[in-house]
């Protein structure tokens, strides 16, 4: 059971209706199934940050935050482009 509280919510999936939300808590890693259509319509896909509030386990405010979500983005393709790069091999050109 998630606590009361505000936290900051990943949409990990939208699977069947229902929307997984992923968020860290003083606990770990915790997580919350909703209906998709509590979700503002341009939060309904995998990836959106969202601040979310939660009372008596239910969702009961979403704000999406769009700028967090393109600097996770950006951030997640600049770790996958440098993981990508061949390593130099012995012989190349420095």
Do not use: C, H
């Not at 997580?31 to 259509?37: G, T």
């Not at 008596?56 to 979403?62: H, T, W």
């Not at 769009?66 to 012995?90: G, H, M, N, W």
């Amino acid at each position: 059971m998630l606590p009361d509280g505000t936290y900051t919510a990943v949409v990990d999936r939208i699977e069947d209706g229902i929307a997984t939300l992923e968020m860290d808590t003083k606990n770990g890693l915790s997580a919350l199934d909703i209906a998709a259509a509590e979700l503002p319509a341009e939060a309904r896909t995998a990836d959106v940050v969202l601040e979310i509030t939660v009372a008596d386990s239910a969702l009961v405010d979403v704000t999406r935050e769009p700028e967090e979500t393109t600097d996770r983005a950006s951030e997640a393709q600049s770790r996958f482009d440098r993981l990508s790069k061949r390593p130099p091999q012995d012989g190349d050109d420095a």
